[in-house]
C-alpha cells in the first residue's frame, strides 16, 4: 500500500509566499515522476508542476517563474514553493505519484489535497 501526504496550506494574502510538502510512503520500489496538481471550485484538476526522476521539471504557463518544485529522492518527498501568490491560485493542491510498487506494479498515486486560498 501507497500513501501520500500533502502538508503546508494555508490563507495567504496576495503577494504572498507558502510551501507545500508531500511524503510518499509504503511498499515502494521507484518513483518516476512526483507532481502538483490543483482544482479550483467549478473546474477541472489541472498540472501545476511536476519534476521527473531524470530530466527537466514541467510548469504550467500560469505559475512559471512563480512556483518552483523540488524533489528529495531519499525521502520520497516533493516540495512546492509557491511565491506571489494570486487569488487566482486559490485551489485544492493534490500530491502526485507516478511509481513502482515493491510488487512492481506501475501505477498514479494522489494525495488527500491540501486547500490553498489567497485573499486578502
Known amino acids: 500500500q501507497v500513501q501520500l501526504v500533502e502538508s503546508g496550506g494555508g490563507l495567504v494574502q496576495p503577494g504572498g509566499s507558502l510551501r507545500l510538502s508531500c511524503v510518499a510512503s509504503?511498499?515502494?520500489?521507484?518513483?518516476?515522476?512526483m507532481g502538483w496538481y490543483r482544482q479550483a471550485p467549478g473546474k477541472e484538476r489541472e498540472l501545476v508542476a511536476a519534476?521527473?526522476?531524470?530530466?527537466?521539471?514541467n510548469y504550467a504557463d500560469s505559475v512559471k517563474g512563480r512556483f518552483t518544485i523540488s524533489r528529495e529522492n531519499a525521502k520520497n518527498t516533493v516540495y512546492l514553493e509557491m511565491n506571489s501568490l494570486k487569488p487566482e491560485d486559490t485551489a485544492v493542491y493534490y500530491c502526485?505519484?507516478?511509481?513502482?510498487?515493491?510488487?512492481?506494479?506501475?501505477?498514479?498515486?494522489w494525495g488527500q489535497g491540501t486547500q490553498v486560498t489567497v485573499s486578502s
Open positions: 502526485n505519484a507516478n511509481l513502482y510498487t515493491t510488487k512492481w506494479q506501475l501505477g498514479d498515486y
Open positions: 519534476v521527473p526522476s531524470v530530466g527537466s521539471t
Open positions: 509504503g511498499s515502494i520500489f521507484s518513483i518516476n515522476v
